[in-house]
Structure formats: structure tokens, C-alpha cells
């Protein structure tokens, strides 16, 4: 613009010798001219505001209040947050973005949510199967943890664990394990979002001894990660078969006093429910309400044996679950009373579970198996339809985690993580109705690009803030390792 205007100003110059009668009218044109093309350019640069990204082109799967689905559709980014979401054709001519990603062809939808996991797990996957959970847990799992489970292990354990979850769409997920400061400092460092809870347990835990040095680390956790953009640090008594009442009350209180989310696996399996009853004449649920545990900060994982008074109790106190299809199925837990629950206001989310009793993290899986295994246990085909188990997935499990207003949807306003998943491949042409695509016949593997807090974090399969081939290669060493520390005798 500048430079037009000094050019017609030099020419006028440079005519200086000849005739003057033209020359105010040739100048004042020139001037016309100039202010023309500079109003031009600032009434378009007003128009046009600047946003860092801009995905554009594809089925936009809002999941805001009204469910819009938009064709040809596009979502404008500036820094961590979604600025707006619309047609292609609007937001390019309301937006000027430093970078446009293409999404022609492909859904646009928001990261799915993993409600629980245990992510270091993932170096234990298909250690021991085929068994009960008891068994599971107490013959194999805590022997394995108590000789394997260090920082280090942790450390690559969790990022085997996001690798896996990244590449199948998942922006957040809930955790609960052990040296919790080691997965929120590999989480942060991965551009994942989480909500990770330090385990507080009565027996000697990995990483701390007693309950007393697990509250004493956890506090020194959740000061570290006060007030993170991505990590919400919280507290996770394990259960109630594994943390007197002492325990279990003193990790609320800690929470309270520090505004953390409370994780806690709730009504897993008929033992717990069964010890429950005669230890305390209470359901796993009532006992954690009668001791104050329950309340609008709690994430509860399973919730298999509950009943209708439990359910309203659940509900009653704003406690979020967390439904693990395969992990149920698997150690035959039970079948989660999912639709009960979601009837009476009880936000239900996806989850994968620990990769040792799933065996992998894929949340494509669990939407299937959400929805089949209402199906199958009511002989009922229309039980939970598509679009009922895409909301647990998205925003469902944004409300069971406690951070609807953050996530979840695709809305202006809310932080941008979001997928761009390709419907272009075999098992998912043609498509018809993008619910039944996205439940029913999509894979994890389907995921091409991932979008955390505005940040890519993988394009188009490629990982962006991990080191794929050295986690593969490190979970192979830790393989051998854990193998051997279990062919040698017990010392502890
Ligand atoms: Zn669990």
C-alpha cells in the first residue's frame, strides 16, 4: 500500500518540467487513486481477523447442545481456544489464518475422552489373562508392580500408554497409578491433556510405603501442578477393598483442601460388593456416601453393582463414572446399568481401563462394545444408540471428568482439541449417518490428525511430540526385565 502511494507521489515528481496546467488535476487523481487502494486494504484487513488455525473442509460433529453436524464445515483456533465454528465458506471469509489445515472428505470431531486408565500399565499388557479380577489383581498384578514399578518404568510405561491413545484420537484422559508427578510431567511433556490421580493405598505402594508418605507426596504433587493449562493433578484412593475408612476419608480431605478431583474405582465386581455388604451392611456406594466421600469432585470408575438407591445417590451427589466395556467383559465384572444411570443424571464416560486387563487403549472399541454390550444383556437392539455413546465418548465423559466447560464439544469458547478422522477407507464407505460411521465401523487407526489445546499434536499419523521407534524399543527392554524379575523368587 505504502509503496503504491510513494510511486505515484515520485512520478508526480519526476514531471516536474513539463506544462503545469494539468498537474493539480493529474495529482489529485493520483492522490484519489492512493486513498482508494488504502481504504480497500483496511476495510478488508477489518473484516478479516487473524486466527492461528484454521481446519477446514469435512463433517464438522460438533457435539454442542444442539448436535449440530456441519457439511463443508471448519473451526477457527487462536492459541489454546476454539474462536469459531461454522461453515467453510463463512469462517474463511471472516478469519485469516496463519495456517489452514485441509479436512475435505473427513469428520472433525472432538478428542475423545478416556475416562480411566492406568497408562504405565501398558508395559504389563497381556501379562496375565483369562482371570478373575481378584485374582488378576492380588496373584499378579501388585507382585509385578511391587518388582518392577519405578520412575523410569513409569516414564515409559505412559508413553507407550498417550502414544497409543494420541494415535486413536484420545486429547484427555483419567489416570490413577503410582510416582503420578513422573505420568503428569510425560503427559505435559506429550501436549496431552489429564486428569492423574497419585494412588493412596494401605498396602506398601511402589513408590510410597504408607498412606501417610503417599499424602504427604500427593500434596507436594498438587502444589506442583496447580493451576497447569493441560494437568489437573487429583487424588486416587484405589478403592474401598484396598483403603480403610481412615484412608479413604483422609484422601477426600486432602483433596478438599486443594480443589482435586477424587478418582476412585467404585463397585468394580461382585467380591466388592459382596465384602461391602458384610463389612459395613452397605453397598460400595452407600458406604462412600454414609463416610462423605461422594460428592460433585468425585470420578468414580466401573460402577458395575449398583443398585436403583445407589444410582440415586450417584446422581444426587453429581458423581461422574467412568464405563470400561472390554476390562468389564474381559474379567467379567458385570454389565454397567448405563442407561438407568444416564436417565437419572448420572454423566457416564468411555474408558479403557489399564492396557493389563483391556488390552489396548482404543476408544473406537469401547464405543462398540458400549453400545453391543447394552444390546446383547437386554436383548434389545435399540438400547444406546449410536449418537447416545459418541456423547460418552466426547462430551458425556467431559462432565464425568468435570471439565465440560473446557472440553468436550466444539464450541467457541472452549479449549481447541479436536480429531480430523479419515471415512475414506474401505470398512467406513459409504456413510450415511456420521454416528452410526463413527460407533460402528471406524477404527482407532482411522485418526489422522490430532489437535490438543491448538497444539498438532500428531499429522496425518505422524507423532509430533513422541519418539515412537525409542518407546517401542524401550517397552521391549522393559519386557525382558519384568519377565525376569518374575522367574526369581519372592524377597518382599
Ligand atoms: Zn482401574
Known amino acids: 500500500m505504502r509503496s503504491t502511494f510513494t510511486s505515484l507521489a515520485a512520478t508526480d515528481k519526476k514531471d516536474g518540467s513539463r506544462p503545469g496546467a494539468f498537474r493539480p488535476f493529474r495529482r489529485a487523481i493520483g492522490l484519489l487513486f492512493a486513498l482508494l487502494v488504502l481504504t480497500t486494504s483496511l476495510d478488508g484487513q477489518a473484516q478479516r481477523e487473524r486466527v492461528d488455525l484454521l481446519i477446514a473442509g469435512g463433517t464438522v460433529v460438533t457435539m454442542d447442545s444442539a448436535k449440530r453436524v456441519i457439511e463443508d464445515g471448519a473451526v477457527a483456533i487462536r492459541k489454546d481456544e476454539i474462536i469459531a465454528v461454522g461453515k467453510r465458506e463463512e469462517l474463511a471469509h471472516r478469519y485469516e489464518a496463519s495456517r489452514t489445515i485441509e479436512a475435505q472428505g473427513r469428520i472433525i470431531m472432538p478428542g475423545l475422552i478416556n475416562t480411566h486408565a492406568h497408562a504405565a500399565m501398558s508395559l504389563f499388557r497381556g501379562i496375565a ?41 484420545m486429547t484427555d484422559y483419567a489416570d490413577m497409578y503410582y510416582f503420578e508427578d513422573e505420568v503428569a510431567r510425560v503427559t505435559k511433556e506429550a501436549g496431552m491433556r489429564g486428569v492423574l490421580g497419585e494412588t493412596i493405598i494401605d498396602f506398601q505402594a511402589p513408590d510410597n510405603k504408607t498412606p501417610e508418605a503417599a499424602f504427604a507426596y500427593t500434596q507436594k504433587y498438587l502444589d506442583h501442578w496447580k493451576n497447569d493449562p ?29 480443589s482435586a478431583p477424587i478418582l476412585i474405582h467404585i463397585a468394580e465386581a461382585p467380591f466388592e460388593l459382596e465384602q461391602s455388604r458384610a463389612k459395613h451392611g452397605l453397598t460400595p456406594v452407600a458406604y462412600l456416601g454414609k463416610i462423605g466421600v461422594l460428592g460433585p469432585d468425585v470420578l468414580g470408575a466401573h460402577c458395575i453393582w449398583v443398585d436403583a438407591a445407589d444410582i440415586a445417590t450417584l446422581a444426587h451427589y453429581g458423581v461422574g463414572c467412568a464405563h470400561n ?58 438400547a444406546l444408540p449410536a449418537q447416545q455413546v459418541v456423547e460418552m465418548a466426547t462430551i458425556e465423559g467431559a462432565r464425568a471428568v468435570h471439565l465440560e466447560k473446557q472440553i468436550g464439544s466444539l464450541e467457541p469458547g472452549k479449549k481447541a482439541d479436536l480429531i480430523i478422522v479419515d471415512v475414506n477407507a474401505p470398512h467406513a464407505t459409504p456413510m450415511y449417518n456420521v454416528y452410526s460411521e463413527i460407533v460402528f465401523a471406524l477404527k482407532a487407526s482411522d485418526v489422522r490428525t490430532v489437535v490438543i489445546a491448538g497444539r498438532v499434536i500428531m499429522e496425518e499419523r505422524k507423532m509430533l ?19 525376569a524379575s518374575l522367574a526369581t523368587p519372592a524377597n518382599n
Open 465 to 483: 511430540t513422541l519418539n515412537e521407534e525409542e518407546i517401542l524399543q524401550r517397552a521391549k527392554e522393559y519386557q525382558k526385565k519384568i519377565l
Open 129 to 169: 489373562d483369562d482371570l478373575s479380577l481378584d485374582d488378576w489383581l492380588r496373584k499378579y498384578i501388585f507382585p509385578a508392580e511391587a518388582r518392577n514399578v519405578t520412575p523410569d518404568f513409569v516414564a515409559w510405561g505412559t508413553r507407550l500408554g498417550i502414544l497409543e491413545m494420541l494415535q486413536g484420537g
Open 230 to 258: 493441560l494437568i489437573v493433578a487429583a487424588v486416587a484412593p484405589h478403592s474401598i477393598y484396598t483403603c480403610s475408612e481412615k484412608t479413604l476419608q483422609d484422601s477426600a480431605a486432602l483433596a478438599r483442601k486443594n
Open 325 to 382: 466395556p472390554s476390562s468389564n467383559m474381559k474379567t467379567a465384572a458385570g454389565v454397567m446399568p448405563v442407561i438407568e444411570m444416564r436417565e437419572a443424571g448420572v454423566p457416564v464416560g468411555l474408558a479403557t481401563d489399564g492396557a493389563a486387563s483391556d488390552n489396548n487403549q482404543d476408544l473406537f472399541e469401547e464405543m462398540d462394545l458400549a453400545t453391543k454390550l447394552q444390546k446383547i444383556s437386554r436383548m434389545d437392539p435399540r
